[in-house]
T-cell receptor
Framework: DAGITQSPRHKVTETGTPVTLRCHQTENHRYMYWYRQDPGHGLRLIHYSYGVKDTDKGEVSDGYSVSRSKTEDFLLTLESATSSQTSVYFC??????????FGPGTRLTVT | AQSVSQHNHHVILSEAASLELGCNYSYGGTVNLFWYVQYPGQHLQLLLKYFSGDPLVKGIKGFEAEFIKSKFSFNLRKPSVQWSDTAEYFCAVCDNFNKFYFGSGTKLNVKP
C-alpha cells in the first residue's frame, strides 16, 4: 500500500457539469498519474505530473485538465462531463524503482 | 506514441495447467517493463518488473516473465495456475519520459 487515496470513490453526474476527482498521496512521490480504465482498452494515460505545477498530457487528454499545487495532491477535472467519460479512473504514483502503485479507483457515471 | 499489444484477450485454463500470456511493445528505446494483475473489483498490483540484466525475471505468486529484446516481447508465465489466479493481467511499458503504456489486458479464468 503506497498511501494513495482517491475521492470520491463513486460519483454520478449529469452531462455538461464539471467534475473534479482528487488523488492524495502520503509518501512524497514526485510522479503522479491519472488513468481511465474501460473494457477492452486497458488503462489509458490521461495526464501525469512530474512535480508541483509540472504536468503533461497523456494519450487521452481531451476534455480533461489537471492541477498539482501540492506534492501530495493531484486533481483531475472534467470541464464539462460527457457520457463518453463514464469510466473508472485510477490515480497512480511512480515509485523509486519505476514501478507504479495505484489508488483504489473512482467509478464515474455521466448520465 | 508507443503501444503495447496483448494478443490473448481471454484465456480459460484448468487448475495446474501452465500459463503463458503474450506481450509485445513498440518502443525502440530503453524500456522498463512490467506485468500487473487486477483481481475483480480491485486496483492493479505489480506482479514483476524488468529494467536490465537477466532477461528472466521472477515475480510474486510464482509468476515469471522473459524479456526478448529482438522480438520486443515480455511474456508472462506460470508453470501451474491456481483458481486464485483468476484475474485480469496487464503488460506495461515505461519510456524514457516516465510515461506508462498499458496493454488492453488478458482475462484469465482458472477452472477448479
Amino acid at each position: 500500500d503506497a498511501g494513495i487515496t482517491q475521492s470520491p470513490r463513486h460519483k454520478v453526474t449529469e452531462t455538461g457539469t464539471p467534475v473534479t476527482l482528487r488523488c492524495h498521496q502520503t509518501e512524497n512521490h514526485r510522479y503522479m498519474y491519472w488513468y481511465r480504465q474501460d473494457p477492452g482498452h486497458g488503462l489509458r494515460l490521461i495526464h501525469y505530473s512530474y512535480g508541483v505545477k509540472d504536468t503533461d498530457k497523456g494519450e487521452v487528454s481531451d476534455g480533461y485538465s489537471v492541477s498539482r499545487s501540492k506534492t501530495e495532491d493531484f486533481l483531475l477535472t472534467l470541464e464539462s462531463a460527457t457520457s463518453s467519460q463514464t469510466s473508472v479512473y485510477f490515480c497512480a504514483i511512480r515509485g523509486d524503482s519505476y514501478e507504479q502503485y495505484f489508488g483504489p479507483g473512482t467509478r464515474l457515471t455521466v448520465t | 506514441a508507443q503501444s503495447v499489444s496483448q494478443h490473448n484477450h481471454h484465456v480459460i485454463l484448468s487448475e495446474a495447467a501452465s500459463l503463458e500470456l503474450g506481450c509485445n511493445y513498440s518502443y525502440g528505446g530503453t524500456v522498463n517493463l512490467f506485468w500487473y494483475v487486477q483481481y475483480p473489483g480491485q486496483h492493479l498490483q505489480l506482479l514483476l518488473k524488468y529494467f536490465s540484466g537477466d532477461p528472466l525475471v521472477k515475480g510474486i505468486k510464482g509468476f515469471e516473465a522473459e524479456f526478448i529484446k529482438s522480438k520486443f516481447s515480455f511474456n508472462l508465465r506460470k508453470p501451474s495456475v491456481q483458481w486464485s489466479d483468476t484475474a485480469e493481467y496487464f503488460c506495461a511499458v515505461c519510456d524514457n519520459f516516465n510515461k506508462f503504456y498499458f496493454g488492453s489486458g488478458t482475462k484469465l479464468n482458472v477452472k477448479p
